[in-house]
């Protein structure tokens, strides 16, 4: 992550030393335990975690199963949107290796909005996305502008026959 000044550049600091030394406390306590619809999803997950307990027990069980956390955010965007509220669009290279397993990696795009609370900035919606379809996705669709409209098959009208 490049080190840009700013409160939102911090928190993801924190966030990233939290993660790489597998400390499901730190972690948990950069989200803010006050809003019940605080939010934590995970590229790989098919529910997002929603309130302080739900996101305690995601990472606590992230943090257990792996030997080995590596977590860093590059391609950092952060933006005050007003008084106390501010988000962030990154690309995360993260890796975790399970007990006894080599490290896997996956690189992943994560939207961050946190708001300043009694002067500490904290999580209230942390998603991950995973980026290899998002590029084969770019890809298809770059493919089938470079061919032009009139490649793309005309769909029927009408009820099909």
């Known amino acids: 992550m490049s080190k840009a000044p700013g409160p939102v550049y911090t928190l993801i600091a924190e966030l990233a030393a939290g993660w790489t030394a597998r400390d499901a406390a730190a972690v948990s306590a950069l989200f803010d335990a006050a809003d019940p619809e605080v939010t934590y999803l995970a590229a790989d997950a098919l529910d997002p975690a929603t309130g302080a307990a739900a996101i305690a027990r995601a990472i606590a069980e992230r943090c257990a199963g792996a030997a080995r956390i590596a977590w860093r955010a590059h391609g950092v965007h ?4 007003g008084d106390g509220l501010a ?3 990154m ?3 993260k890796a975790a290796a399970e007990r006894g397993a080599p490290l896997a990696a996956q690189q992943v795009r994560a939207t961050l909005i946190c708001g300043r609370r009694a002067g500490r900035w904290l999580i209230l919606h942390y998603a991950e996305a995973p980026l290899a ?3 084969e996705l770019q890809a298809f669709y770059e493919q089938v502008a470079a061919q032009g409209l009139d490649a793309i098959p005309p769909r029927p009208w009408g009820p099909p026959a």
């Open 78 to 81: 952060a933006r005050e949107l």
């Open 87 to 89: 988000m962030a669009f």
């Open 91 to 93: 690309l995360v290279d």
């Open 133 to 135: 379809p998002l590029l």
